[in-house]
Antibody, heavy 120, light 109 residues
Framework: QVQLQESGPGLVKPSETLSLTCAVSDGSINSRSYYWGWIRQPPGKGLEWIGTIYYSGSTYYNPSLKSRVAISVDTSKNQFSLKLSSVTAADTAVYSC????????????WGKGTTVTVSS | EIVLTQSPGTLSLSPGERATLSCRAS???????LAWYQQKPGQAPRLLIY???SRATGIPDRFSGGGSGTDFTLTISRLEPEDFAVYYCQQYGGSPLFTFGPGTTVDIK
């Protein structure tokens, strides 16, 4: 069973760029069968989709975050990454990576998530 | 944006009871594009149902999904102790591509 593991700084200063990586194990990111996405959950709140990428590099972003988000894929390292620029306290959340099947309609495997706090 | 509303916010039930959770969309959602997830404290969400009614791999048959258009339901036929959790519905389509409902908490009465 494929596993996803997020990594990155747990603390980011306001106005800086949040950078996270999702390592994919027991499966290949270089597959036509899946897409790869990021979702976040602010403390005490619901889930918000950030964006999704295909192994080819095609991306889909949440319009509310699109101006600040970049998702990239590194097939040589079997991982994909999230960059969110100009962060504020509102970006404090648990950030999770997930896999979508080729249909893209849902997320069938999730990472455990990593907490990112935006604070000076 | 397709907004999902879930009700009730909290459902207090006893083990063995039946749970019925509702997810209502602000506009019609293609059934293929509706999914349900379970989330326990400190854990990532787990896919339960996709395509409105198809159980994900390894999901017990006490979980079932149904509905169409703007009204969808998740039913847990007989609650087991491990089923007490938060449940989210999610839709695909429109802009943004994915939206989630605010969740229903199923807790022990």
């Amino acid at each position: 069973q494929v596993q996803l593991q997020e990594s990155g700084p747990g603390l980011v200063k306001p106005s800086e760029t949040l950078s996270l990586t999702c390592a994919v194990s027991d499966g290949s990111i270089n597959s036509r069968s899946y897409y790869w996405g990021w979702i976040r959950q602010p403390p005490g709140k619901g889930l918000e989709w950030i964006g999704t990428i295909y192994y080819s590099g095609s991306t889909y972003y949440n319009p509310s975050l699109k101006s600040r988000v970049a998702i990239s894929v590194d097939t040589s390292k079997n991982q994909f990454s999230l960059k969110l620029s100009s962060v504020t306290a509102a970006d404090t959340a648990v950030y999770s990576c997930a896999r979508h099947p080729a249909s893209l309609y849902y997320m069938d495997v999730w990472g455990k998530g990593t907490t990112v706090t935006v604070s000076s | 944006e397709i907004v999902l509303t879930q009700s009730p916010g909290t459902l207090s039930l006893s083990p063995g009871e039946r749970a019925t959770l509702s997810c209502r969309a602000s506009q019609s959602v293609t059934s293929s594009y509706l999914a349900w997830y379970q989330q326990k404290p400190g854990q990532a969400p787990r896919l339960l149902i996709y395509g409105a009614s198809s159980r994900a791999t390894g999901i017990p048959d006490r979980f079932s999904g149904g509905g169409s258009g703007t009204d969808f339901t998740l039913t847990i036929s007989r609650l087991e102790p491990e089923d007490f959790a938060v449940y989210y519905c999610q839709q695909y389509g429109g802009s943004p591509l994915f939206t989630f409902g605010p969740g229903t908490t199923v807790d022990i009465k």
